[in-house]
């Protein structure tokens, strides 16, 4: 079987494999967020953390929520980083640094997983398990919640409630993502991933000698990892170590546990506004844009330009030979069209062109599917713009599932869309341009540029993949990337919700002749064109500067 055969057949498992999970998981995750009933164990949460679940909350009591938590989740995770040597089990790693522990406890907080450390050298199991492995799963939790949130306000009539903050983040954890990681933790051990306690052990090499290797709870945290559209790897090879990612099944099936949440909470938002052909809208702009991403992708990198690429069948550097040029590509799309930030392969041995592909699909704000709970509201307030843009250039009536988008929502939703690149090209030009930044990389030109402004975009999408090449364990680049995860991460929830407690107040409205029809193929082709014109074109300088001017040399 040919590579590019493989690759093809690859696709065609994992698309079959999402279409046979979309409604049960979809219809489950809807039941989950309207549910009236709480279980033992959440009533247990509930009375120890002090929150009444049946309380309905007004936009701002929810951002509060939001906001309080996290807050908690970065101070408790940077000091139990900072004690780390003064705790047991921890393999004999010390305290983590005070700049790499704020950089990390932020990084995992905001669902963005950026690492500047060495995993397996850094971090012992206690960190790992009871500090980041948490965080995996409360930080997926939130972004679940504020897209539920905005989905009830879309629903809701005169209400201007958007639910429970404490119930929507506990039901997600419990119900969703705890019973999914729990099964998919079995399937990767079966797969051969790593799952114990063990301290470092000396292995022996066929060339003599022997090399230094140390085990953990990886198969737990891996699936956590990748459910959430987390990425932090245990290990620093992230998916490329054959401890995370042993064999093509595996590396196949953590590209489908990536994409399965972002892609059912489609059908959980058509459910929920009563509506499943809006889902079904939603979910065909994301696969267009997903669809396309790959088989650009597999182009590029299959292409044989150059005596090396065509002796390997393709561009093999800085891939592993199990997973080939397919496996590789697929999991690349996919953990840049979210906010996975994991990756099996080294993004910065991408061809020019298919490292701008990686790059863009950052940019493009992570939307097809995009990341868990924040693909879905990234592109609801993306159709709110596409449905005022309709509105200006057809007369038609600018409605969004019975809601009528006035000057305050345009404002939130264009505040929404301008807050990531605004972080994105501000901190890469001061990193550029400023004498004061040490120089990080050692890579002239496009190529450096490329390294920067993917940093950047990775941290201020919540995304958290590496370029490589970049050296970003110093103070300067601990200190920007942090304030660019923070504040790409929780400026736009502020706007989200307030997005949603407007919907939630107006009054439905019921469709008339000049209503868009938001439910038809004619909608979600003017999703992907907005989404691609609208942010592809902000970052279009940035783009000609690095990528462009490689890939086209």
């Known amino acids: 079987m040919g590579p590019v055969t493989s690759g093809v057949l690859q696709l065609l498992a994992l698309v079959g494999a999402l279409a046979l999970l979309y409604v049960p998981l979809g219809d489950h995750m ?26 309905e909350m007004r936009w701002p009591a929810y951002l509060r929520g939001v906001l309080a938590l996290s807050a908690v989740g970065v101070l408790l995770l940077y000091a139990l980083q900072r004690a780390q040597g003064a705790l047991p089990g921890s393999s004999g790693r010390g305290s983590v640094p005070a700049p790499g522990a704020f950089n990390t406890a932020v990084s995992f907080v905001s669902n963005t997983n950026w690492q500047a450390y060495y995993g397996e050298q850094a971090m012992g199991h206690v960190v790992q398990t009871a500090g980041l492995a948490v965080q995996n799963f409360v930080s997926a ?93 245990y290990f620093n090879a992230n998916s490329a170590h054959p401890f995370e990612n042993p064999t093509p099944f595996s590396n196949l099936f953590e590209v489908f546990l990536i994409l399965l949440v972002p892609v059912a909470l489609t059908r959980t938002f058509g459910v929920l506004v009563g509506s499943v052909r809006q889902g079904y809208a939603v979910l065909g702009a994301m696969a267009v844009l997903w669809c396309a991403f790959t088989a650009l992708m597999l182009w590029t990198e299959f292409a044989h330009h150059g005596p090396a690429p065509q002796a390997a069948g393709g561009a093999m550097e800085g891939k592993e030979l199990r997973f080939g040029i397919g496996g590789s590509s697929l999991f690349a799309v996919s953990t840049t069209l979210t906010s996975t930030g994991a990756v099996d392969s080294a993004h910065s041995s991408l061809t020019g062109l298919g490292g701008g592909l990686a790059l863009l699909g950052m940019m493009l704000g992570e939307v097809a599917p995009g990341g868990v709970g924040s693909g879905l509201y990234a592109m609801l307030v993306m159709a709110v713009l596409a449905v005022f843009l309709a509105g200006l250039m057809v007369g038609r009536t600018p409605e969004y599932l019975g809601k009528r988008i006035g000057p305050r929502e ?132 940035a783009l000609a500067l690095g990528p462009l001017a490689e890939g086209l040399a």
């Not at 002239?444 to 201020?460: D, K, M, N, R």
């Not at 407007?502 to 209503?515: D, I, N």
Request: aromatic fraction near 8%; hydrophobic fraction near 50%.
């Open 30 to 55: 809807a039941r989950v967020y309207s549910a009236d009933r709480h279980l033992r164990v959440e009533r247990w949460i509930y009375r120890a953390v002090g929150a009444d679940p049946d309380a």
């Open 410 to 541: 345009i404002k939130l939703a264009a505040l929404f869309l301008l807050v990531t690149p605004a972080l994105v090209l501000t901190f890469t030009a001061l990193s550029v341009a400023l004498p004061t930044p040490p120089r990080s990389t050692l890579n002239p030109g496009a190529h450096g540029f490329t390294e920067v402004l993917y940093a950047f975009t990775s941290a201020a999408n919540n995304n958290g993949s590496a370029f490589a090449g970049l050296n970003a364990d110093t103070d300067w680049f601990h200190t920007t990337t942090g304030l660019a995860m923070l504040l790409g991460r929780f400026l736009p929830m502020v706007f989200v919700l307030a997005l949603a407690g407007s919907l939630a107040g107006q009054r439905t409205v019921p469709a008339t002749a000049g209503t868009l029809r938001t439910g038809q193929p004619l909608f979600a082709g003017l999703l992907v064109g907005a989404v691609v014109i609208v942010s592809g074109l902000t970052y279009f300088p």
């Open 141 to 233: 939790a939130v972004g679940m919640a504020v897209a539920v949130a905005l989905v009830r306000g879309f629903a809701r009539s005169r209400t201007g409630t958007l639910g429970n903050f404490w119930a929507d983040l506990v039901r997600g954890v419990v119900r969703v993502l705890l019973p999914l990681a729990a099964v998919a933790a079995l399937v990767l051990a079966a797969c051969g991933v790593v799952q114990n306690f063990a301290g470092v052990h000396e292995v022996g090499q066929f060339t003599g000698g022997s090399q230094q290797w140390n085990g953990g709870a990886v198969a737990s945290q891996e699936a956590v990892k990748l459910l959430g559209t987390n990425g932090g790897g």
